[in-house]
């Protein structure tokens, strides 16, 4: 089962008693979670999220508390510019499943009641096309494939993770090819479609019973308007983006901080510490108010092409 794949939910709790999860490939239909889930279904999917890869190559890797210092010292900073009744507008991009802005909400809206906080990410659902005989497809809302479920095998269609086994490479290459010929998910009967959602359902339930705390999607390249803390943690890496992009995603964090504004980036490490740059921004360009770590990465890549625009 586990070179296979784990595509019900009865093979998941059997490998998840036998320890054997690493390394399998588990169906992210596998997300679907009822409304009131119990805690072996909360932590299901939170296992599936961790090793969840998107069609652009990014992981939606993200885990509870992963955030606590960062959100400690963005509290600190703004508490040192705002009045507690500041309505501050905060920001959360490319939030994965939202449970590490669920968990920023707590601190902020005690300290500041009249802050409202947005979770977003370019993908908050997946879709699951159930063929006959057990099959399915799971792909991204813009038709991106991401899996074949083929009982008892569980296959990644992404092609930026090319398989070396020449049997899984076939089944592969056959299964693109005939949704592409099938015309899925166009054609509307034959199947069925089920929108599987990737939201933490402790985000989810924040968001309803909470008018502050929103959930919506957004990519990190759009720029918005007007607001005081904008987060963008594990997302503008140099692993993930070449240089272009990632002066792109800085480019659109500066057009939306204003001025006096607090811009978070960083990156979390292997052993889980965070390396984090917190910048204000001063008029037309960027200055470093703290760090946590080594700070990130692009510290100077933001910094140079905001005052390269700034001198433009
Ligand atoms: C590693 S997770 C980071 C989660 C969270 N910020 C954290 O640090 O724990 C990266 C997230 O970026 C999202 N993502 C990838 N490309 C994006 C884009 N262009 N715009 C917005 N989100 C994006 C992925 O869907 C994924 O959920």
Redesign the pocket.
């Known amino acids: 089962m586990l070179a296979l794949g784990i595509s019900t939910e009865g093979q998941y709790a059997r490998a998840r008693s036998r320890r054997r999860l690493d390394g399998s490939a588990i169906s992210y239909g596998l997300l679907q979670i009822g409304n009131n889930p119990t805690r072996e279904e909360i932590s299901r999917f939170e296992e599936i999220s961790l090793s969840f890869r998107?069609s652009?190559g990014?992981?939606?890797?993200?885990?509870r508390r992963?955030?606590r210092d960062v959100d400690a010292t963005t509290l600190e900073l703004i508490q040192q510019w705002h009045s507690w009744d500041a309505e501050l507008r905060v920001q959360?991009?490319?939030?994965?499943n939202c449970l590490?802005s669920a968990e920023l909400a707590e601190p902020l809206f005690r300290a500041f009641p009249h802050a409202t906080l947005e979770a977003?990410?370019?993908?908050l659902y997946v879709l699951k096309i159930s063929l006959s005989r057990g099959r399915a497809y799971i792909i991204e809302p813009n038709g991106e494939l991401l899996q074949y479920i083929c009982p008892p095998l569980v296959v990644c269609l992404s092609s930026l993770q090319p398989y070396r086994c020449p049997l899984r490479r076939l089944i592969a290459a056959r299964a693109k090819k005939s949704f592409q010929q099938s015309g899925l998910p166009q054609r509307c009967s034959g199947y069925q479609m089920d929108r599987i959602s990737c939201i933490h359902p402790e985000a989810d339930a924040l968001c309803k019973r909470d008018s502050r705390f929103h959930i919506c999607t957004?990519?990190?390249?759009d720029p918005s308007a007007d607001v005081d803390v904008l987060?963008t943690?594990?997302?503008l890496n140099k692993a993930y983006f070449p240089r272009e992009k990632l002066v792109e995603g800085a480019s659109a964090a500066f057009q939306s901080v204003k001025p006096g504004g607090l811009w978070i980036v960083g990156r979390?490490s292997e052993n889980e510490t965070n390396d984090v740059t917190f910048f204000r921004r001063i008029d037309r360009r960027w200055e470093v108010v703290a760090r946590l770590g080594t700070g990130s990465e692009i510290e100077q890549l933001a910094a140079e092409s905001t005052c390269q625009r700034a001198l433009a």
């Open positions: 998107t652009n990014t992981t939606r890797r993200t885990f992963r955030m959360d991009r490319a939030a994965s590490t977003s990410d370019r993908l957004r990519s990190i390249f987060r943690m594990n997302i979390t």
